[in-house]
C-alpha cells in the first residue's frame, strides 16, 4: 500500500439548511480508505454515512452544504485532489472515470425510459467511447461479470422488466464501467438475497484485487462488514462512536453502540425472544395451500409459471417463511394466499374459505392482511397517520367516526408508538416507525392471518430487531398466524417454525424450522446456509462476547 491513503476525510462537518434551522449531520468524521482495501463505514439509519458518501463523491443535497474538513483523493495520475469546493466540471471529470457510486436504491437510479444497455454504457460514452459495438460488448460483459443471465437480452430490456436484484446488479455493473479508483458502496446489497448478495460482494472482492480499487463501503449489517472490510469505521448521530480494524472493533467493541449493533445482528446473534408455541397436531391447519400453481400471461409468448406445484400447511398462531432466492416465486405465493392473484390452479383454504374459488375478495380480506415490505410507498403520503389507520375500518364500515379514532390510538400504541404520531405524515416517520404504522394498519380489523413480504429487509440491524420482537410479541397476545417472505435466512431462523424452501417456483425443502436449518436435504438450502454472512466473526466469536 502507499505511504497516502486513496481517500482521506479529516474532521468532515456538514451542515443541512431546514424550516427549523441549520442541522449538524456529521461532526468531525475521519476516515481512510486505502488503495485495494475496504473500509467500512456502519450505522443505523439517520447515523450519517451515506451524507458522508454524498460528500465524497460531491452530491450532496441542494439544503447541504460541507460545514467543515477536508476530503482529498490521492488519484494515481493526476496526484491529490482536494474534493471540497471542487467545480462541477472538475467532478465530471472525476465521476465514472475516477470514483463511482453503487447506490442503494435501483427503483429511483435507473431511467425507466432507457435499456439496461444504454444505463450501463453511459459513462463510457460520457468518457468518450465512440465505437458503438466497442460499448455494447463492454455492456455485456460487465452484465456478464455481476452475474445477470442472457446478458445480451437483458440489455435490451427495461428497469421494470428486471426483479429488484437484478436492477441492484445493473447500478453495480454501471458502476464497474471504466474501473475507477475508488467506488463508494451505498448499501448496494442491503435489498438482495444471501445468494446474489454473496456474488456481488465477492465481485468488488476481485476488482479489488486484480486492479487495486478501493471500496467505501456503506452498511448497516456489521456481519457483511465483518466478512469484507479491513477498517470499520461506527458512526452514530453524525459522530464517530469507534474506528479501527474490522477484526479488533468486532472482536473487542469499546463503544457501547458497537455492542449494541453486534447484538442486534440476526447473522450474529438471537434477536427474537419467543417460544415456539404448542401446536395441536389433531387441529385443523388455518391455513393450507395444495399443489398451488400460478402463471402470469404474456403477450405473444408462453406464460410465465411464477410458481409450480407447491404444498404446505401453517397452524394456527404459528409463522411459516417462504425464503429462496430473487424469482424464486416467494412474493407471488404470499400474494395468493392474500387473496391478490386471480386463476391460481390447485387449492388455498384459509379457515373455512376457499381463496382460489371467491368471487369477491372484499369479505375475506378482513381475516387476511398483506404487509408490503416498503413501507413508505404503500402509506398515503397525503394522509396522517390517523386517517391512514382508520381507512381500513371506513372500507368495511366498522365503527363510527370516534370509535375508529380511539382504535387508531389504540394500535399505535399496540406497536409501541405514541398515540401522537396519529397527527403526523409518514414523511415525518423514519423507516421503523412507518413500517410500524404499516403493521398496525393490517391488524387493525382484527385478521387471523398477516402475509408480511420482505416487511424487515429495508430495515437497520436494531430497528429490524425492535420489529422481529415487536412481531413475535402481537403473535403471543393475539395468537395471530404469520406467512413471513424473506430473502434473509438468519431473520427467518429467528422468528418461523416452519419453513418453505422455494428455488425457481418450485418447492425444493419444507418442514420444521429447527430441522431445514440444522439438517438440510437439499443442495440449494445448503447454499443459502451458506451464504449468510457473518461466518467469519461468528467463528471468532463466543456467545458471550456477541451478546455482552
Same mark, same amino acid.
Given at each position: 500500500?502507499?505511504?497516502?491513503?486513496?481517500?482521506?476525510?479529516?474532521?468532515?462537518?456538514?451542515?443541512?439548511?431546514?424550516?427549523?434551522?441549520?442541522?449538524?449531520?456529521?461532526?468531525?468524521?475521519?476516515?481512510?480508505?486505502?488503495?485495494?482495501?475496504?473500509?467500512?463505514?456502519?450505522?443505523?439509519?439517520?447515523?450519517?454515512?451515506?451524507?458522508?458518501?454524498?460528500?465524497?463523491?460531491?452530491?450532496?443535497?441542494?439544503?447541504?452544504?460541507?460545514?467543515?474538513?477536508?476530503?482529498?483523493? @490521492?488519484?494515481?495520475?493526476?496526484?491529490?485532489?482536494?474534493?471540497?469546493?471542487?467545480?462541477?466540471?472538475?467532478?465530471?471529470?472525476?465521476?465514472?472515470?475516477?470514483?463511482?457510486?453503487?447506490?442503494?436504491?435501483?427503483? @429511483?437510479?435507473? @431511467?425507466?425510459?432507457?435499456?439496461?444497455?444504454? &444505463?450501463?454504457?453511459?459513462?463510457?460514452?460520457?468518457?468518450?467511447?465512440?465505437?458503438? *459495438?466497442?460499448?455494447?460488448?463492454?455492456?455485456?460483459?460487465? /452484465?456478464? *461479470?455481476?452475474?445477470?443471465?442472457?446478458?445480451?437480452?437483458?440489455?435490451?430490456?427495461?428497469?421494470?422488466?428486471?426483479?429488484?436484484?437484478?436492477?441492484?446488479?445493473?447500478?453495480?455493473?454501471?458502476?464497474?464501467?471504466?474501473?475507477?479508483?475508488?467506488?463508494?458502496?451505498?448499501?448496494?446489497?442491503?435489498?438482495?438475497?444471501?445468494?446474489?448478495?454473496?456474488?456481488?460482494?465477492?465481485?468488488?472482492?476481485?476488482?479489488?484485487?486484480?486492479?487495486?480499487?478501493?471500496?467505501l463501503f456503506i452498511t448497516h449489517d456489521?456481519?457483511?462488514?465483518?466478512?469484507?472490510?479491513?477498517?470499520?469505521?461506527?458512526?452514530?448521530?453524525?459522530?464517530?462512536?469507534?474506528?479501527?480494524?474490522?477484526?479488533?472493533?468486532?472482536?473487542?467493541?469499546?463503544?457501547?453502540?458497537?455492542?449494541?449493533?453486534?447484538?442486534?445482528?440476526?447473522?450474529?446473534?438471537?434477536?427474537?425472544?419467543?417460544?415456539?408455541?404448542v401446536v395441536d397436531a389433531a387441529a385443523?391447519?388455518?391455513?393450507?395451500?395444495?399443489?398451488?400453481?400460478?402463471?402470469?400471461?404474456?403477450?405473444?409468448?408462453?406464460?410465465?409459471?411464477?410458481?409450480?406445484?407447491?404444498?404446505?400447511?401453517?397452524?394456527?398462531?404459528?409463522?411459516?417463511?417462504?425464503?429462496?432466492?430473487?424469482? &424464486?416465486?416467494?412474493?407471488?405465493?404470499?400474494?395468493?394466499?392474500?387473496?391478490?392473484?386471480?386463476?391460481?390452479?390447485?387449492?388455498?383454504?384459509?379457515?373455512?374459505?376457499?381463496?382460489?374459488? /371467491?368471487?369477491?375478495?372484499?369479505?375475506?380480506?378482513?381475516?387476511?392482511?398483506?404487509?408490503?415490505? @416498503?413501507?413508505?410507498?404503500?402509506?398515503?403520503?397525503?394522509?396522517?397517520?390517523?386517517?391512514?389507520?382508520?381507512?381500513?375500518?371506513?372500507?368495511?364500515?366498522?365503527?363510527?367516526?370516534?370509535?375508529?379514532?380511539?382504535?387508531?390510538?389504540?394500535?399505535?400504541?399496540?406497536?409501541?408508538?405514541?398515540?401522537?404520531?396519529?397527527?403526523?405524515?409518514?414523511?415525518?416517520?423514519?423507516?421503523?416507525?412507518?413500517?410500524?404504522?404499516?403493521?398496525?394498519?393490517?391488524?387493525?380489523?382484527?385478521?387471523?392471518?398477516?402475509?408480511?413480504?420482505?416487511?424487515?429487509?429495508?430495515?437497520?440491524?436494531?430497528?429490524?430487531?425492535?420489529?422481529?420482537?415487536?412481531?413475535?410479541?402481537?403473535?403471543?397476545?393475539?395468537?395471530?398466524?404469520?406467512?413471513?417472505?424473506?430473502?434473509? /435466512?438468519?431473520?427467518?431462523?429467528?422468528?418461523?417454525?416452519?419453513?418453505?424452501?422455494?428455488?425457481?417456483?418450485?418447492?425444493?425443502?419444507?418442514?420444521?424450522?429447527?430441522?431445514?436449518?440444522?439438517?438440510?436435504?437439499?443442495?440449494?438450502?445448503?447454499?443459502?446456509?451458506?451464504?449468510?454472512?457473518?461466518? &467469519?466473526?461468528?467463528?471468532?466469536?463466543?456467545?458471550?462476547?456477541?451478546?455482552?
Amino acid at each position: 500500500m502507499s505511504a497516502q491513503p486513496l481517500l482521506s476525510v479529516r474532521d468532515l462537518a456538514v451542515q443541512y439548511r431546514t424550516r427549523r434551522g441549520l442541522v449538524d449531520a456529521v461532526r468531525g468524521v475521519s476516515l481512510e480508505v486505502e488503495a485495494g482495501s475496504v473500509t467500512a463505514l456502519v450505522g443505523e439509519s439517520g447515523s450519517g454515512k451515506s451524507t458522508v458518501a454524498q460528500s465524497v463523491i460531491g452530491l450532496l443535497a441542494g439544503n447541504g452544504r460541507i460545514a467543515g474538513g477536508s476530503i482529498t483523493l @490521492n488519484e494515481r495520475t493526476d496526484g491529490v485532489t482536494d474534493l471540497v469546493g471542487l467545480s462541477e466540471k472538475g467532478w465530471r471529470h472525476l465521476r465514472g472515470r475516477c470514483i463511482a457510486l453503487i447506490p442503494q436504491d435501483p427503483g @429511483n437510479s435507473l @431511467n425507466p425510459v432507457a435499456t439496461i444497455g444504454w &444505463s450501463v454504457g453511459e459513462a463510457l460514452r460520457i468518457h468518450g467511447w465512440k465505437d458503438r *459495438r466497442k460499448i455494447d460488448a463492454r455492456v455485456i460483459d460487465l /452484465l456478464d *461479470r455481476v452475474g445477470i443471465d442472457d446478458p445480451e437480452a437483458r440489455a435490451r430490456q427495461y428497469p421494470h422488466e428486471l426483479s429488484g436484484g437484478m436492477r441492484q446488479r445493473v447500478l453495480i455493473a454501471a458502476a464497474l464501467a471504466l474501473e475507477p479508483e475508488l467506488i463508494i458502496a451505498d448499501e448496494p446489497t442491503s435489498a438482495l438475497d444471501v445468494t446474489v448478495q454473496r456474488t456481488v460482494l465477492d465481485l468488488l472482492d476481485e476488482l479489488r484485487a486484480e486492479s487495486g480499487t478501493g471500496i467505501l463501503f456503506i452498511t448497516h449489517d456489521l456481519a457483511v462488514a465483518a466478512d469484507r472490510s479491513d477498517q470499520i469505521v461506527v458512526l452514530r448521530g453524525g459522530q464517530v462512536q469507534e474506528a479501527g480494524p474490522s477484526a479488533a472493533v468486532l472482536t473487542h467493541p469499546q463503544a457501547e453502540y458497537t455492542r449494541t449493533l453486534l447484538a442486534d445482528a440476526p447473522s450474529l446473534a438471537s434477536v427474537v425472544e419467543r417460544t415456539p408455541p404448542v401446536v395441536d397436531a389433531a387441529a385443523h391447519p388455518l391455513v393450507e395451500v395444495t399443489r398451488l400453481t400460478q402463471e402470469f400471461a404474456r403477450p405473444g409468448r408462453t406464460p410465465l409459471r411464477a410458481v409450480d406445484d407447491v404444498s404446505f400447511t401453517v397452524a394456527r398462531g404459528t409463522t411459516h417463511a417462504l425464503v429462496g432466492e430473487s424469482g &424464486s416465486g416467494k412474493t407471488t405465493t404470499g400474494r395468493s394466499i392474500a387473496g391478490f392473484n386471480r386463476e391460481a390452479q390447485g387449492v388455498i383454504r384459509v379457515g373455512d374459505t376457499d381463496v382460489t374459488a /371467491l368471487k369477491s375478495r372484499r369479505a375475506f380480506h378482513r381475516t387476511t392482511q398483506l404487509v408490503y415490505q @416498503n413501507p413508505f410507498a404503500s402509506l398515503d403520503p397525503r394522509q396522517s397517520i390517523t386517517s391512514i389507520l382508520t381507512e381500513p375500518l371506513r372500507n368495511f364500515g366498522i365503527g363510527d367516526r370516534a370509535d375508529r379514532t380511539e382504535r387508531a390510538a389504540h394500535h399505535l400504541e399496540l406497536v409501541s408508538l405514541a398515540p401522537e404520531i396519529g397527527a403526523r405524515h409518514p414523511h415525518e416517520l423514519s423507516g421503523g416507525q412507518r413500517q410500524r404504522v404499516a403493521i398496525a394498519r393490517a391488524l387493525i380489523v382484527e385478521p387471523e392471518l398477516v402475509v408480511l413480504d420482505e416487511a424487515v429487509s429495508a430495515l437497520d440491524v436494531t430497528v429490524q430487531a425492535q420489529i422481529l420482537r415487536l412481531l413475535a410479541r402481537l403473535q403471543s397476545e393475539l395468537g395471530l398466524t404469520y406467512v413471513f417472505i424473506s430473502h434473509d /435466512l438468519a431473520v427467518v431462523r429467528q422468528i418461523a417454525d416452519t419453513v418453505s424452501v422455494l428455488q425457481r417456483g418450485r418447492q425444493v425443502e419444507y418442514g420444521a424450522a429447527q430441522q431445514v436449518f440444522d439438517h438440510p436435504q437439499h443442495d440449494y438450502t445448503r447454499q443459502l446456509l451458506a451464504a449468510i454472512p457473518g461466518a &467469519s466473526l461468528r467463528a471468532g466469536l463466543t456467545e458471550t462476547e456477541v451478546t455482552a
